[in-house]
């Protein structure tokens, strides 16, 4: 089974400009979440969408913005980039939402704001 | 709000040593405990897990127990390989939510 998978896998945009990152979960996981890794910030949970339905979303400002398509796969979008912007971006599904089930992470989209 | 805490790194031993990296977490619930593992210009992997109090979740070697009393999830290994150089991230999380609270991570490296 193929693995989660996220693209593109590097991305240098400059200030104000908008992006748009895309994850493909694994076949069959019906849920999707996306994260933030910065070296100041660490890991931080930006938002979870199950069923194409946002269901929880961490303390980002609103240019940070998703959605979810009914194959399951995912986009977020930054817009008007700022520097702190800066970081990989990782995208994590599981099968459902009922249990703790394992997330499996894919390998990030480096996101570079000049 | 809920938090996780771990030993800053990096942590450096010596092929075959004993490994111990120290979490601590504060949360208002009770949540499932994981180790993730990150290895250079990779995501990050499962490494183990603990639903409940005093769970020991294991895997290649590697283990930790749910210690509610304590408040910790100690990751412990009892002879590493310099393949487990990487950074291990600790985490909580609930039932039914996908949102994982990480520590800061602590690297790992292990010396031939």
């Known amino acids: 089974k193929a693995g989660v998978t996220q693209t593109p896998r590097y991305l240098i945009k400059t200030r104000g400009q908008q992006v748009t990152l895309s994850c493909s979960p694994i076949?069959?996981?019906?849920?999707v979440s996306w994260y933030q890794q910065t070296p100041g910030q660490g890991l931080q949970f930006l938002f979870e969408y199950f069923s194409e339905t946002q269901r929880n979303k961490g303390n980002f400002p609103g240019r940070f913005s998703g959605r979810q398509f009914s194959n399951s796969r995912s986009e977020m979008n930054v817009s008007t980039l700022e520097l702190g912007d800066s970081a990989l971006y990782l995208c994590a599904s599981s099968p459902d939402v009922t249990s703790t089930d394992t997330q499996y992470f894919g390998p990030g989209t480096r996101l570079t704001v000049l | 709000g809920d938090s996780v805490t771990q030993m800053e790194g990096p942590v450096t031993l010596s092929e075959e040593a004993f490994l111990t990296i120290n979490c601590t977490y504060t949360?208002?619930?009770?949540?499932?405990l994981f180790w993730y593992v990150q290895y250079p210009g990779e995501g990050l992997q499962l490494l183990l897990k603990?639903?409940?109090?005093?769970d020991k979740g294991s895997n290649k070697g590697f283990e930790a127990t749910y210690r509610k009393e304590t408040t910790s999830f100690h990751l412990e290994k009892g002879s590493v390989q310099v393949s487990d150089s990487a950074v291990y991230f600790c985490?909580?999380?609930?039932?039914?939510?996908?949102?994982?609270?990480f520590g800061s991570g602590t690297r790992l490296q292990v010396q031939p």
């Open positions: 949360a208002t619930g009770y949540p499932s």
């Open positions: 985490a909580l999380a609930y039932t039914g939510r996908r949102a994982l609270t």
């Open positions: 076949s069959g996981h019906r849920s």
């Open positions: 603990a639903t409940k109090a005093d």
